[in-house]
């Protein structure tokens, strides 16, 4: 995959918006199942102080229930706070990433494939990240086949040119217009590697 570069977490919400929606839904949802579970475990002793008639019971029920619920919020709020943190750490390794993918998509808009992606060290897409920086060297490279064609191309045109006084035949003419076709047809060749939306319909299909 190249270098993978290290960078401090200067700052954990590097994509704020989608962070905050994850950390908020996520957080929402942790409550949701910690009440139902507490729910279920302290059920048995609420039903014990509301509906028995022995005293006893009734009282040892409450006393257990006080106790349980002593250890239980401080245990689950600290069990939210390190929920939180693991989850903030997780979206962190993965918003990173995406962050660093939308800023080489932006620069391939503009044309500019000069940009890879480079991950630090615990970052997760690694493998999306070997798959977009393949896809970049693919596009180099048929860009780097147009600009040479395109430069032998013109090479030909000039060559044309210095010896157009020279040509005086139908053939002569012939000859030197087959080479720029050649030259056209490589670029035309190389071209047709790309598929855009802007094809005929069906032209995808064709061999």
């Known amino acids: 995959m190249g270098t993978v570069y290290k960078r401090s977490f200067r700052n954990f919400l590097v994509s704020k918006d989608l962070q905050l929606r994850l950390l908020s ?19 048995p002793l609420i039903h014990d102080i509301l509906f028995l008639d022995d005293l006893d019971h009734q009282y040892q029920a409450a006393q257990t ?16 706070v390190l929920f939180m943190v693991h989850l903030l750490v997780i979206t962190h390794r993965i918003c990173g990433p995406l962050v660093n ?6 620069r391939l808009a503009r044309g500019d494939l000069t940009r890879k992606v480079h991950l630090r060290n615990g970052d997760y897409l690694s493998s999306e990240c070997e798959k977009i920086n393949h896809m970049i060297d693919g596009i180099s490279d ?24 020279g040509i005086d035949t139908k053939e002569k003419i012939e000859v030197q217009l087959e080479m720029i076709s050649q030259e ?24």
């Open 184 to 207: 056209a047809k490589h670029i035309a060749d190389t071209l047709a590697c790309f598929k855009t939306g802007d094809n005929e319909p069906g032209e995808n299909n064709r061999p």
């Open 25 to 43: 839904q996520s957080f929402i949802y942790v409550c949701i199942m910690v009440l139902v579970s507490i729910g279920i475990i302290l059920y």
């Open 101 to 106: 993918f939308a800023h080489t998509f932006d």
């Open 142 to 165: 048929i860009i780097n086949r147009l600009q040479g064609d395109h430069h032998k191309l013109m090479i030909t045109l000039q060559d044309i040119k210095e010896q157009v006084n």
């Open 65 to 80: 229930f006080l106790s349980l619920v002593k250890w239980i919020i401080p245990a689950v709020l600290l069990l939210l």
